[in-house]
Every structure is written in C-alpha cells, then in structure tokens.
C-alpha cells in the first residue's frame, strides 16, 4: 500500500510540474500583442482565478514532493485551505470546458423568467434604431427579437458598448449590399453554438467556453499541428477502428481541427477561410491594416498578412486540395507570422466588432458572387430572397467528406467555411429541380447531411430567426426553439 502511494505521489508531483512547465512554455511563447487583448477576454478576475489555480498547483506539487522526503510543508492549514479552494477553482473549470450545461449553472437556473427583457438604456436605443427591430409590428415578435439581440450581446458587453450591434450591422448590411438578417443571424447563433451554450463564463471578463476552448487553440505548439503521428492519425482509419465510427469520427475531427484556424466567436469566423481571404479579395475595406504607423494587434496582423497572405491560402479557396502540400521548409521560415497571423485575427475579431461585422458582411458578399457565377447571374437574381438567405445561411458550418483529407497548410482547414459554399453551388447549379424563380418550399442539397449541422439544426435556427423578423416561416422548414433557453442564460448573466 506504500509503495502503491508513493507512485501515486510521484505522478502527482510531475503532473503538477508538467502543467506548471506548459504554463511557463504558453507565457513565453505569447507575443507581445497579444497581452492587452488577452487582459480583455481574462480581466482582474480572471487573473486573479488562474493565480490561484496555479498557486494550488504548486504547493500540492510541494506537499508530495515533502511527503515523499518525509518533510512537512510549513503552514500546513494554510496550504490546507489553498488546495480546497483550488481543486473547487479546477472541477468549476473543467465542468466549464468540458460540459455542455455545468452543474453550477443547472445549480443557480432561476425557476421564474420575466416574460420581458430589458435593456440598457444605450442599448435600447441601439436596439429601437436597428433596421431588423424597426420593420417588427407585432409586440410579441419584437420581444423575441430583444432576446436574440440581449443573447448576443451578453457575452461580450464591453464590446458591443464600442459598436453597438444595430449600428454596426446596418452599416455594413448596407455598405456591401448584404442581408442584415444574415448578419443577425450568424450573430446569434455563434453567441450559443459549440461549447458557448450556458453563456458568459463567470469570474472573466468577455469567455464563453467556447471562447476559453478557441484561446487554447490558438496557442497549440507547432509540433503538434505539424506532427506527421497526428497526420497519420487523421488520414488513416485506425480511430475508427479502435473506437467505433461514431466516436472515432469525433476523435478525427477533433484531431483535424486542432490548427490555427479556429471558428471564433462573435460571427464564428474562420481564421484563415474567412478572415484571410477577405482581406486578400477586400484590402481597400481594411484601410487601418494598411497603415504604416499601425501599432499592436493591427501591426501584427498587417505585417503577417503581407508575409503569408499568398501562400496560406491559395486560390482556388473552394478547391483546397488542389495545390500541392507546403513542406518542411516553408513552416521552418514562415512558422512565426503563421501563429502571428492567427493568433492576432482571433483577437482582433473576438474584441473589434467593427472590424469582425466587416469581415461578415463581405463573407456574406463574397459567397453571393460564387452563387451567383456558378449557377447564373440570372438565376441567382431570380431566387426568392428566403432561398437565396437559406443558401447563405447553410455553408456555415463543416463539409463532412473532407475530415480526414489536409489542404496544402495544415495551419489553415479550408473545409470550414470554403468547400461548404461550392458543395451547395455544385448541388444547386446541377440539380434540375433546384432553386429558381418559381420556387415554393426550400431548396437544399439532397444530401445535406454532409453539410453536418449548417443545413440541418441551423438552418431551422435561421428560420425561427426568419419568422421572428418577417413574420412568416421560410416555406418547408420548422422552427427551431432557443428563445426560453436564451432567456434563462440572460437571467443567469444579468447581475454580472
């Protein structure tokens, strides 16, 4: 029984060292950019947690480190209490992390919800001004529109207080000629979707967990995104094999998205598929990274772009895997501006609603124009603008076929969000009864299940979104039902 203690004490002991040592490997590999945006997401309280979490770490490494030299560690109450609190600071994380709905939130739910929401007094002017909230007539309806629009809002409020979202959306909606529904849209269903579902995370300052899962992503060592084990792993058929399809599908994903180009909340933009591309196809939109006194995030994601902007994604951006793949050589010299590039679009999309809304939009514009050169200007302009949203709205999200396959970058996963968009051009320029003029009832690939949950649990996300603001349903589609849910989460947020 000794003995089996002893082993145990000494795994503890190193397994505290091996974090503590991560930590100090993540903080030196940091950018100098990164450190004020990084204090917006963490705040005071956010600190002062992850002190204490390492504080506990220490001296539990220091109590089995002593025990096992049969020493006492001084001030053992004291260290006592200090390991209570942070193993209770640890489990609140992980079931944070790891848990779509945490015990501490299904702990706290308030059993009565008011019927109503409030807002700021800012806000509600923003809200009363925004275009979507102007053209509701029906007080129901435009409740539900308040919950959408106080859902969004609430994990991130600091940021919307600069630009406030009415404003900021209508602006570019109407700048690039682009549905402000969409732009809602995507709003909306990024304030929940993944991991962010049981909203802000307390104690930080602007997190979901979500956003607490996408900042690890950001900071994966190099070694392992290029590791030829997690290649061979992702290729191959052996997790499938070892775990069954379902799970083993899962643990490929997981292993596949594990790069830089993380889907980051406010729009759930791609780092690289989205932000990348438009600021290659859109430059003259982004004036403050053409700048040469930029400072900070905006210099580093200049400079990054400039140096990578041609090589980390390559046109065609729908055909990812028709350049050959960028070797050893090319990471050895451009690995620094690649973490740069994404570590510095993540922040600046996660704290700049002006400048995320701007990548949306032309996003947005961006697709229309491939819509609208694959299957015909003509056709395209004769859809029902409930379709073509729908089409718009359905290439969010991942294109099944192509987990498992690396594009030329593996930095860059270019099957979140440019494959789904030529999948669902593909389908519709080629389907005889696809959409056109006379359409009556939704079109949809026949197989859009490859599209995963974008033209399934969002799209009927989309339409609840739809018939909230139109006041009829897109024709062929059920409605989704998140408003209850969204009210729970604002009254779990609203005393913060």
Same mark, same amino acid.
């Given at each position: 029984?000794?003995?089996?203690?002893?082993?145990?004490?000494?795994?503890?002991?190193?397994?505290?060292?091996?974090?503590?040592? $991560?930590?100090?490997?993540?903080?030196?590999?940091?950018?100098?950019?990164?450190?004020?945006?990084?204090? !917006?997401?963490?705040?005071?309280?956010?600190?002062?947690?992850?002190?204490?979490?390492?504080?506990?770490?220490?001296?539990?490494?220091?109590?089995?480190?002593?025990?096992?030299?049969?020493?006492?560690?001084?001030?053992?109450?004291?260290? +006592?209490?200090?390991?209570?609190?942070?193993? =209770?600071?640890?489990?609140?994380? &992980?079931?944070?992390?790891?848990?779509?709905?945490?015990?501490?939130?299904?702990?706290?739910?308030?059993?009565?919800? $008011?019927? $109503?929401? @409030?807002?700021?007094?800012?806000?509600?002017?923003?809200?009363?001004?925004?275009?979507?909230?102007?053209?509701?007539?029906?007080?129901?309806?435009?409740?539900?529109?308040?919950?959408?629009?106080?859902?969004?809002?609430?994990?991130?409020?600091?940021?919307?207080?600069?630009?406030?979202?009415?404003?900021?959306?209508?602006?570019?909606?109407?700048?690039?000629?682009?549905?402000?529904?969409?732009?809602?849209?995507?709003?909306?269903?990024?304030?929940?979707? !993944?991991?962010?579902?049981?909203?802000?995370?307390?104690?930080?300052?602007?997190?979901?967990?979500?956003?607490?899962?996408? &900042?690890?992503?950001?900071?994966?060592?190099?070694?392992?995104?290029?590791?030829?084990?997690?290649?061979?792993?992702?290729?191959?058929?052996?997790?499938?094999?070892?775990?069954?399809?379902?799970?083993?599908?899962?643990?490929?994903?997981?292993? *596949?998205?594990?790069?830089?180009?993380?889907?980051?909340?406010?729009?759930?933009? +791609?780092?690289?598929?989205?932000?990348?591309?438009?600021?290659?196809?859109?430059?003259? @939109?982004?004036?403050?990274? +053409?700048?040469?006194?930029?400072?900070? =995030?905006?210099?580093?994601?200049?400079?990054?772009?400039?140096?990578?902007?041609?090589?980390?994604?390559?046109?065609?951006?729908?055909?990812?895997?028709?350049?050959?793949?960028?070797?050893? @050589?090319?990471?050895?010299? *451009?690995?620094?501006?690649?973490?740069?590039?994404?570590?510095?679009?993540?922040?600046?999309?996660?704290?700049?609603?002006?400048?995320?809304?701007?990548?949306?939009?032309?996003?947005?514009?961006?697709?229309?124009?491939?819509?609208?050169?694959?299957?015909?200007?003509?056709?395209?302009?004769?859809?029902?603008?409930?379709?073509?949203?729908?089409? &718009?709205?359905?290439?969010?999200?991942?294109?099944?076929? +192509?987990?498992?396959?690396?594009? *030329?970058?593996?930095?860059? &996963?270019?099957?979140?969000?440019?494959?789904?968009?030529?999948?669902?051009?593909?389908?519709?320029?080629?389907?005889? $009864?696809?959409?056109?003029?006379?359409?009556?009832?939704?079109?949809?690939?026949?197989?859009?299940?490859?599209?995963?949950?974008?033209?399934?649990?969002?799209?009927?996300?989309?339409? @609840?979104?739809?018939?909230? =603001?139109?006041?009829?349903?897109?024709?062929?589609?059920?409605?989704? *039902?998140?408003?209850?849910?969204?009210?729970?989460?604002?009254?779990?947020?609203?005393?913060?």
């Amino acid at each position: 029984m000794y003995r089996l203690l002893r082993i145990i004490a000494i795994l503890v002991a190193l397994g505290c060292a091996a974090a503590l040592l $991560a930590e100090i490997l993540f903080a030196t590999d940091l950018f100098g950019f990164e450190l004020e945006p990084l204090f !917006g997401l963490l705040g005071w309280r956010g600190l002062a947690f992850i002190f204490v979490l390492n504080l506990g770490l220490l001296v539990l490494g220091l109590r089995c480190f002593c025990w096992l030299r049969r020493h006492d560690l001084p001030l053992r109450r004291t260290s +006592n209490v200090l390991l209570a609190v942070a193993a =209770i600071c640890m489990l609140w994380l &992980l079931e944070w992390v790891f848990m779509e709905s945490p015990l501490t939130v299904r702990l706290v739910t308030p059993t009565a919800v $008011a019927d $109503a929401i @409030e807002l700021p007094d800012a806000v509600a002017r923003d809200f009363a001004g925004f275009s979507l909230a102007r053209n509701i007539d029906d007080p129901a309806r435009l409740e539900r529109m308040r919950v959408m629009y106080e859902r969004a809002r609430i994990n991130s409020p600091d940021v919307f207080g600069s630009h406030p979202i009415g404003a900021t959306i209508d602006r570019y909606a109407t700048r690039y000629d682009v549905d402000p529904d969409l732009l809602f849209f995507f709003l909306y269903v990024g304030s929940f979707w !993944g991991e962010a579902v049981s909203g802000p995370v307390p104690y930080f300052k602007s997190m979901s967990a979500e956003t607490l899962r996408d &900042l690890v992503q950001i900071h994966l060592p190099s070694w392992f995104i290029e590791s030829d084990t997690r290649r061979a792993l992702v290729s191959g058929k052996t997790l499938e094999t070892l775990f069954g399809q379902g799970l083993g599908f899962k643990l490929r994903y997981a292993l *596949h998205k594990a790069t830089l180009d993380v889907s980051t909340q406010p729009y759930d933009l +791609n780092l690289y598929s989205d932000i990348l591309l438009v600021l290659r196809e859109y430059p003259d @939109e982004f004036p403050e990274l +053409n700048d040469s006194s930029a400072t900070g =995030i905006k210099a580093a994601l200049r400079d990054a772009v400039r140096a990578i902007g041609a090589s980390a994604l390559a046109k065609p951006y729908e055909e990812p895997y028709s350049q050959a793949a960028l070797g050893a @050589e090319y990471y050895e010299a *451009h690995r620094g501006e690649l973490k740069s590039f994404g570590r510095a679009a993540f922040y600046l999309a996660a704290r700049d609603f002006d400048f995320a809304t701007r990548v949306a939009a032309l996003i947005v514009k961006y697709q229309s124009d491939h819509y609208a050169r694959r299957i015909g200007e003509e056709r395209w302009d004769a859809i029902p603008a409930w379709q073509k949203s729908a089409m &718009l709205a359905m290439t969010r999200d991942l294109y099944v076929p +192509n987990v498992g396959r690396y594009g *030329h970058n593996l930095y860059a &996963l270019c099957e979140l969000n440019c494959t789904p968009v030529e999948f669902v051009a593909d389908r519709a320029s080629n389907d005889p $009864a696809g959409p056109g003029p006379g359409l009556s009832t939704l079109w949809r690939p026949k197989d859009y299940t490859l599209l995963w949950g974008g033209a399934a649990t969002k799209l009927r996300i989309f339409n @609840e979104m739809w018939e909230t =603001i139109h006041g009829t349903p897109i024709p062929g589609l059920p409605p989704e *039902h998140t408003i209850e849910q969204a009210r729970g989460i604002i009254a779990l947020a609203a005393p913060r």
